[in-house]
């Protein structure tokens, strides 16, 4: 790979003072590297949102979006998300349509309500996670895994394969650095790279788990165009997922210690 490649595929912005997404240093494997090129690629258009920060107020409105989501278990109302914060809710109102600008949330059409915040949803979809005393859903694969490394925790996800319906289940261990477990052993992650639009609409549907490779090569088959992007083992694709939500509620760096 040229260094030319690599600082294109390498891309991040910063989040906040010194936390940078994605989290290049956490992906060890040429598989999630590929993935989170191919994400990067994808969503070129939303960088360019990012040449302007969010500023201290949309970071702290975000970052209480998603602890509250995970304490509820349920999308925060601005209301709740104004008293929790101290701004006014014209305010966090204002700031929760700026957040869905740059597809970090997104709310229902016509209104201020939360529809949802990547990695949570208040729909059903396919990936229910058990995270503390909550049973909630995450809007692909990857979110669902990526949930432990994003809150230092560990969580379960309840799946099933894309092609045949069949369980497949994924628990964390060491706050969301490894698996526990994975049944069937064998199971893997279709990580789609086409991205026309928002993700939460386009791809995430197709960021999925199959019980074996055997089924995602009968899925792909079956799709016309056939779809294009990286097959993930769990292991890999849970260190996709840590490299985008890892930094998210991470504290930012002191600038002496940048
Ligand atoms: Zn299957």
Do not use: N
């Not at 940078?20 to 956490?26: I, M, Y």
């Not at 083992?233 to 849970?238: G, K, P, R, T």
Request: hydrophobic share 45%; proline share 7%.
């Amino acid at each position: 790979m040229s260094t030319k490649v690599r600082a294109r595929d390498e891309l991040a912005v910063e989040i906040r003072p010194g936390i940078f997404r994605p989290d290049w240093s956490v992906v060890t494997t040429t598989a999630a590297r590929q993935a989170l090129a191919a994400r990067v690629a994808g969503r070129a258009g939303l960088l360019a949102h990012w040449s302007k920060p969010l500023s201290a107020a949309a970071d702290l409105v975000w970052q209480t979006v998603l602890r509250m989501f995970v304490r509820k278990g349920r999308p925060p109302r601005p209301a709740e998300i104004a008293s929790e914060t101290g701004l006014s809710l014209d305010s966090v109102i204002a700031i929760l349509h700026g957040l869905e600008e740059r597809d970090l949330i997104g709310l229902k059409p016509g209104t201020d309500a939360i529809r949802f915040a990547y990695p949570w949803t208040e729909r059903r979809t396919p990936h229910r996670v058990a995270f503390g005393e909550h049973l909630l859903w995450a809007l692909c694969a990857v979110d669902a895994l990526a949930t432990a490394r994003m809150y230092r925790s560990d969580v379960s996800v309840d799946s099933a394969c894309a092609h045949c319906a069949s369980a497949i289940y994924a628990a964390t261990a060491l706050r969301g650095r490894t698996l526990r477990t994975v049944s069937p052993p064998e199971a893997v992650v279709w990580y789609d790279a086409t991205f026309p639009g928002c993700a939460a609409a386009s791809c995430c549907p197709s960021i999925a788990f199959f019980c074996s490779d055997d089924h995602l090569e009968a899925w792909l088959s079956s799709r016309s165009p056939r779809p294009e992007g990286v097959r993930l083992s769990i292991a890999e694709a849970l260190e996709v997922g840590g490299a985008i939500f890892g930094p998210v509620l991470a504290e930012a760096v002191a600038p002496e210690a940048v």
